[in-house]
């Protein structure tokens, strides 16, 4: 079987209304001018099934959705939706369709209910049917006791929820979505997928796009989209046995060895750096040699083979990342003064108050020096706020916090050439060249001029910018956007490094490149500090701290936290975990309510 062929597993009975499909692309190709961006596509998405686009930003899922909503037309092939050709009956797809793009058009000045009115007027539904689906699918979403609220006071998963509403409103047989929880917090993310699954169970087809990974775990089945082309078409169990004996976890004392190690076996395909171990795959099924094998054993190495992602049928399917070298550690550069207590963090009851509005209750944390500490919230838990107050761009009400045996309430200013911040839109000048933006934040931290050449080398060589040094920031793919803003924010050498959902919608290799660095700066005494709202991302940490309404729920490792949950709590994974500690203090709160 060719790598596109589309596997014969079947999900379900072939439903009769469209036997061969209810979208069909045949030898389908798109272009931007000399640019290509999708080849031979060629797809059946059956009806009642919940068909996923899987891959990283760039990858063509976006032209895709739009080509299948009829606003774009193929350069080459065709693609038939519901019997109707997307070219010659562009205007009966349009009107027989939901689509909702990645901004998912809502009028903010207009209530929940004026949104949901508008979009079934200019679909022509009866006043009656309009109020008897309004109540059905509001109350599915959780949001028909807000109908009065202006769509402009929703959080970022209730907009979501609201939208996927208003294209419901007309009950399409056919519901295209682009990257639906991008943004999302796991608790809507999972509120949007429940809504999904019982419009599939109605008769719906729908078909998602996604950058992540585990959320296309929902989906019936997949397209690996990689640079235009489709890798594969399977369902997501398939795709996981594609790599069943070929992925193994190494635990061990130095993991730099054992990365160059495996990047000059000529077996290896892959290589991840987690948490507490080296995650990494083998052409070569259910075997090691012999003397990569021994060298993995050293410094004290244990190997054990572990259950495939589907981040690694991904990465096999697209030719594998062995990535670089291990990266080399900083060079040391002459800061005026290292913090005494390096990047250690403490906060004793911090909370900070808007108004009659708490955002942070009294949060007390401690997080070691060379910690990675993922932060796990949902939108609006206090997550923002918090790194803010950190950096001292917030004021604390009450409480305190101590960056390096500094205190962040009382001087602040003393910490600024010490911490690093990546922001998730990336604080760079699109105008200046990248060794531009790099030699400028450098004087911002207050580099000299031999320690800026220093510390510029350095990061550039760490994420491999190498060859884009004088390229243009507005010029440069949001992957290459990503590394230069992390060589932005750890140049100087900070103490803490604060990293605001780093990896959204790069590719896995891209990803690996990442956190192989992390694990680095790390394993010299750098904290690092991440908030993310994928799941995933959370085992690339030594420990997490989870905030629901300001407060601090849950501290420790995956594993640990996971073992103390109560007996009637089950979780698989990182996500139900997370779940399940906001559903124990929602009833703790409402508790205390009644008492």
Request: include cysteine; charge should be negative.
């Amino acid at each position: 079987m060719s790598p596109s062929t589309e596997s014969t597993t079947q999900t379900a009975d072939q439903p009769g209304q469209y036997p061969d499909g209810v979208i069909i692309t045949k030898n389908l190709s798109r272009a931007y001018g000399d640019k290509m961006v999708l080849r031979d596509v060629n797809l059946s998405i059956r009806e009642s099934e919940i068909f996923g686009l899987l891959g990283p930003d760039g990858a063509g899922k976006t032209t895709l959705m739009q080509v299948m909503a009829a606003i774009l037309d193929p350069t080459e092939g065709s693609c038939t939706i519901m019997d109707h050709d997307s070219v010659k009956d562009a205007y009966w797809v349009n009107s027989h369709i939901g689509y909702m793009f990645q901004g998912f058009a809502l009028y903010d000045k207009l209530s929940i209910e004026e949104n949901m009115k508008f979009s079934a007027d200019i679909r022509g539904l009866s006043q009656d049917l309009f109020l008897a689906r309004q109540e059905r699918l509001l109350k599915m979403a959780g949001l028909y006791t807000f109908l009065s609220r202006p769509a402009g006071n929703l959080s970022g998963g209730m907009r979501k929820k609201l939208s996927l509403c208003t294209n419901l409103i007309h009950e399409p047989r056919l519901l295209l979505l682009d990257e639906l929880s991008l943004g999302v917090d796991p608790a809507s993310r999972k509120e949007l997928w429940d809504m999904l699954h019982e419009s599939r169970d109605d008769g719906v087809s729908i078909v998602v796009s996604t950058p992540y990974m585990d959320e296309a775990e929902h989906c019936d089945r997949l397209a690996f989209l990689h640079e235009g082309e489709v890798l594969a078409i399977d369902t997501p169990s398939n795709l996981h046995s594609r790599c069943t004996g070929h992925v193994y976890e190494l635990s061990t004392d130095d993991r730099g060895a054992a990365h160059n190690a495996l990047v000059a076996h000529k077996d290896t395909l892959s290589i991840r750096h987690l948490a507490e171990h080296v995650h990494f795959q083998l052409h070569t099924e259910n075997y090691i040699a012999p003397e990569l094998e021994a060298t993995l054993k050293q410094n004290k190495g244990v190997i054990e083979a572990v259950e495939s992602s589907l981040d690694d049928a991904y990465t096999m399917l697209s030719g594998g990342e062995k990535s670089s070298a291990y990266a080399e550690r900083p060079p040391k550069i002459h800061l005026p003064e290292r913090l005494p207590e390096g990047g250690l963090i403490r906060t004793e009851g911090m909370t900070i108050r808007f108004g009659d509005f708490v955002a942070n209750d009294h949060v007390t944390l401690e997080i070691r020096p060379g910690e990675v500490f993922g932060f796990l919230g949902a939108n609006g838990a206090g997550k923002t706020t918090f790194i803010r107050a950190l950096c001292g761009l917030q004021s604390i009400t009450e409480g305190n916090a101590w960056i390096g045996g500094i205190s962040v309430r009382d001087e602040h200013r003393k910490l600024r050439n010490h911490i690093g911040y990546m922001s998730q839109r990336f604080s760079l000048y699109p105008d200046l060249t990248v060794a531009e933006n790099l030699s400028f934040f450098g004087g911002v931290y207050g580099l000299s001029r031999s320690d800026k050449k220093k510390a510029i080398d350095w990061a550039v060589g760490v994420t491999d910018l190498g060859d884009v040094k004088n390229n243009l920031v507005a010029d440069m793919s949001g992957a290459l956007n990503q590394r230069l803003a992390l060589a932005c924010a750890i140049m100087h050498e900070p103490a803490v490094v604060f990293l605001d959902e780093p990896t959204s919608g790069v590719s896995p290799a891209a990803r690996y490149k990442f956190w192989q660095l992390i694990q680095t700066l790390a394993e010299v005494g750098t904290t690092i500090f991440v908030t993310t709202h994928y799941m995933e991302e959370a085992n690339y940490c030594h420990r997490l701290g989870m905030m629901h309404q300001g407060r601090l729920i849950g501290v420790g490792k995956a594993g640990q936290l996971i073992q103390e949950l109560p007996q009637e709590y089950e979780a698989k994974n990182i996500e139900d975990m997370f779940l399940a500690y906001i559903k124990i203090e929602d009833q703790r709160i409402d508790d205390e309510r009644v008492v």
